[in-house]
């Protein structure tokens, strides 16, 4: 008898443990984003410009050799997307913090980080939803982290002790010359550059103007700037560039659902990206952080639901 009780429960023992496996399996895979994987050879530093009310149109009809440059030597999409409301606050969180505004909470430039409709799902070490920055403070707590902003907002939505320096410049010149003096001086890991004006002038003379493509023409002047600071620091050859928006724009707007204003230009440069490749995968602004994250090859938080693009990479 317990011969035969062996012989029938073994079996039944063993088809019930592959199911659960097979089970689990599904459900991580499913419902998390991938892991990271253990990093991205030659990549010392990730330099991330985010221009403000930049729309794949600018790129496309303003002169702008320096992303031509990058568009050359690296990967892009001008399809890929924001989140909605297409407002400044929710798209840049969503942009460094790997996941929506049903994630975050940061629903609209309202929001405070005491202050707000939709709390997070999930808080890190920061006492906020975590960004890549609170992310690769906790795992590789020697990385140099910066960030120079020129939209007085931006601040907020980062975590005020994980990174070495958190500075609101004076305007896009200023912003640029301080990151790349940082640059000189301390090397960063991760550097985040943001700059306000071109949405500004889309606010002021309308997206698609003349004025708006000077505008344009500006920010890439200011990332020539930021590609000269890298190469004269002994950088540029160990640095990924990614330039991205938060948003584009319709007249002298933004906040709405039309294409014109939730798709944005994204571009990835550097040791390992694959070059002058046009993306046919779909590309989120969350996407961002989780690229990030794999390239240096830290852990994304399981709160957050975007993907490495993976396609960029060689």
């Excluded at 019930?16 to 530093?45: D, M, W």
């Excluded at 990206?273 to 952080?289: E, F, K, Q």
Aim: glycine residues 12%.
């Amino acid at each position: 008898m317990p011969k035969h009780c062996t012989r029938i429960e073994l079996p039944i023992a063993f088809g019930l443990l592959i199911a659960a496996t097979v089970f689990s399996n599904g459900c991580a895979q499913k419902g998390t984003a991938p892991r990271a994987a253990s990093g991205v050879a030659g990549v010392e530093h990730v330099v991330v410009i985010g221009v403000d009310g930049l729309s794949p149109d600018g790129i496309q009809k303003a002169e702008t050799p320096h992303l031509d440059e990058l568009l050359a030597r690296g990967a892009h999409t001008f399809r890929a997307r924001g989140v909605m409301p297409t407002s400044s606050s929710p798209n840049w969180a969503s942009m460094i913090m790997g996941a929506g505004p049903e994630q975050h909470g940061v629903t609209s430039n309202a929001w405070q980080p005491d202050d707000f409709e939709t709390p997070p799902v999930a808080v890190g070490s920061g006492g906020m939803f975590p960004t890549i920055f609170g992310v690769l403070r906790q795992q590789r707590p020697s990385s140099v982290l910066a960030c120079f902003y020129d939209w007085d907002g931006f601040g907020r939505l980062l975590e005020q002790g994980a990174l070495d320096i958190l500075e609101d410049g004076d305007g896009p010149v200023d912003t640029t010359n301080r990151a790349v003096a940082y640059f000189e001086s301390n090397r960063p890991d991760l550097t985040f550059v943001h700059l306000d004006h071109v949405d500004h002038t889309g606010h002021s003379e309308g997206h698609g103007s003349a004025a708006y493509y000077r505008a344009v023409e500006e920010a890439d002047r200011l990332i020539g700037k930021i590609l000269s600071g890298l190469r004269e620091a002994d950088m540029l050859e160990h640095t990924v560039v990614i330039v991205s928006a938060d948003h584009g724009g319709v007249g002298t707007g933004h906040g709405g659902a039309t294409l014109a204003e939730i798709e944005i230009p994204w571009i990835i440069a550097g040791p390992g990206i694959a070059t002058g490749r046009a993306l046919s995968s779909h590309v989120n602004t969350y996407d961002t952080a989780v690229t990030i994250a794999y390239i240096f090859g830290v852990e994304p938080p399981e709160a957050w639901i975007g993907r490495p693009v993976l396609e960029a990479f060689r």
